[in-house]
């Protein structure tokens, strides 16, 4: 990839899109995450983040404006158009994966060099709110990949152009244990259609095939991209997908002691199922898409 960073890349966060921020709020701090304060994009949508030790977040996302995203996506704003169109045929779920990059417009090069550009780059700032009272303000540059066949699901690479502090305090404490990421799930009728959009996002050519799907190693977590079957076999969730194309199926976190996440999920009357080495909680409203928690190796 033309970029000063050796591949494979590593994964800065996923995007979930969610109804509300309440409602996300309250269902995730039942998970025992610790939540972010809610924080507005200049286009429209507003975001309470969940942020890891390992320097990686999720970002559940909603619409706090609906005229500014209508008029962010009219005027090409590609986070918010595709943002749009997955709350038009799924409400919630995983819509994104992010990557790290240190030059955003070499990516973009990239990707519109290998027919993979969903448009423009996209800079903004907005502003964040520590526990403590204390404010900073984050810039970011993103550049866009997708394939048409997967209307559901994006990537993009994420360049912090000026940064907020790496040190996020109490919000890198989670009463579940939860120290990162481990896996982002995928799903797919045929996996390895879209093994070179996936190398190509990961900057990583080595795919490890086996009988549900494929996995590839991104420098601090896995993506794996299963059959609807062999979602069921590992997490033990039917999605009832009849469409092709790949969609977001499951974040799986690293936690320090599933002992300690299972008594938080126990505690807060979270349902979960022990599945082989993983606890799994499968979707509710504000979550969105199946969680599941691996002990951190």
């Known amino acids: 990839m033309s970029n000063s960073?050796?591949?494979?890349?590593?994964?800065?966060?996923?995007?979930?899109?969610?109804?509300?921020?309440?409602?996300?709020?309250?269902?995730?701090?039942?998970l025992g995450f610790t939540v972010a304060a809610d924080a507005r994009h200049p286009f429209g949508t507003e975001n309470a983040c969940i942020f890891f030790a390992d320097d990686t977040y999720l970002e559940p996302l909603a619409v706090g404006s609906r005229e500014d995203c209508l008029e962010a996506a009219r005027t090409g704003n590609v986070f918010v158009a595709r943002d749009q169109a997955f709350r038009f045929r799924h409400?919630?779920?995983?819509?994104?994966?992010?990557?790290?990059?240190?030059?955003?417009?070499?990516?973009?090069?990239?990707?519109?060099?290998?027919?993979?550009?969903?448009?423009?780059?996209?800079?903004?700032?907005?502003?964040?709110?520590?526990?403590?009272?204390?404010?900073?303000?984050?810039?970011?540059?993103?550049?866009?990949?997708?394939?048409?066949?997967?209307?559901?699901?994006?990537?993009?690479?994420?360049?912090?152009?000026?940064?907020?502090?790496?040190?996020?305090?109490?919000?890198?404490?989670?009463?579940?244990?939860a120290a990162g990421l481990a896996r982002i799930v995928l799903v797919e009728e045929n996996p390895s259609d879209f093994q070179y959009f996936l190398e190509t996002v990961l900057d990583q050519r080595d795919v490890t095939a086996h009988s549900f799907g494929m996995s590839?190693?991104?420098?601090?977590?896995?993506?794996?991209?299963?059959?609807?079957?062999?979602?069921?076999a590992h997490y033990g969730v039917a999605l009832g997908q009849t469409e092709r194309g790949l969609r977001g199926a499951?974040?799986?976190?690293?936690?320090?002691?599933?002992?300690?996440t299972e008594a938080a999920l126990a505690a807060n009357g979270v349902g979960y199922q022990k599945i082989g080495a993983r606890l799994v909680v499968a979707p509710e409203k504000g979550q969105g898409v199946t969680f599941a928690f691996e002990e951190l190796k």
């Open 5 to 30: 960073m050796s591949g494979p890349r590593a994964i800065d966060h996923l995007v979930l899109p969610v109804t509300d921020l309440k409602t996300s709020r309250e269902r995730l701090s039942l």
């Open 91 to 177: 409400g919630e779920g995983l819509s994104a994966l992010s990557v790290k990059s240190d030059d955003a417009a070499a990516d973009d090069q990239l990707y519109r060099d290998e027919g993979m550009s969903a448009g423009p780059i996209l800079s903004f700032s907005r502003q964040f709110r520590f526990p403590d009272g204390r404010t900073a303000e984050g810039s970011f540059r993103l550049a866009f990949a997708a394939d048409l066949r997967a209307p559901d699901f994006f990537a993009f690479s994420c360049q912090r152009v000026n940064p907020i502090p790496a040190d996020r305090g109490a919000l890198l404490v989670h009463a579940n244990g």
């Open 216 to 232: 590839l190693n991104a420098t601090n977590a896995v993506v794996d991209v299963l059959t609807p079957e062999g979602f069921l």
């Open 250 to 260: 499951a974040v799986v976190v690293a936690a320090t002691d599933l002992g300690v």
